[in-house]
């Protein structure tokens, strides 16, 4: 983080000794004042940036936990699904061969027998 000497009301309270040959202290206060603005920006930045930063943490570290959440999670469902075989695959013949018998079952139960009940 970005650590200031000064700060506004630093810079605005500055009062610098008189010398017989010196600045004008009409110019130097107007000088100032622009650089007070400027100062004054970057340290509103500077807190907003820090607040950024402090919100980013926390949405960090919900993500972290979510993401936990999700591993047990998968693990879960890797252990339920790691009993299915690769031969287990659904096949387009096995689709054909599905519809096949569904419209022979179809067809015994148009001629009064129910399929259900056939061994």
């Known amino acids: 983080m970005i650590r200031l000497n000064l700060s506004s009301p630093i810079l605005l309270n500055k009062k610098f000794k008189a010398v017989r040959n010196g600045y004008d202290p009409l110019e130097v206060d107007i000088f100032f004042d622009k ?5 004054k920006t970057i ?3 500077a807190l907003i940036s820090k607040n950024e930063i402090d919100e980013l943490k926390n949405q960090l570290e ?6 936990k959440q999700l591993e047990i999670e998968n693990a879960s469902f890797k ?3 790691s009993n299915i075989k690769e031969s287990d695959n659904v096949t387009k013949d096995n689709v054909a061969l599905l519809k096949r018998i569904n419209s022979l079952e179809k067809f015994i139960f148009e ?7 056939i061994k």
């Open 35 to 39: 650089v007070i603005l400027d100062y």
């Open 43 to 45: 340290e509103s930045n």
């Open 62 to 67: 919900e993500y972290k936990a979510k993401n």
């Open 111 to 117: 001629k009064g027998f129910d399929p259900s009940k």
């Open 79 to 81: 252990s339920r699904l």
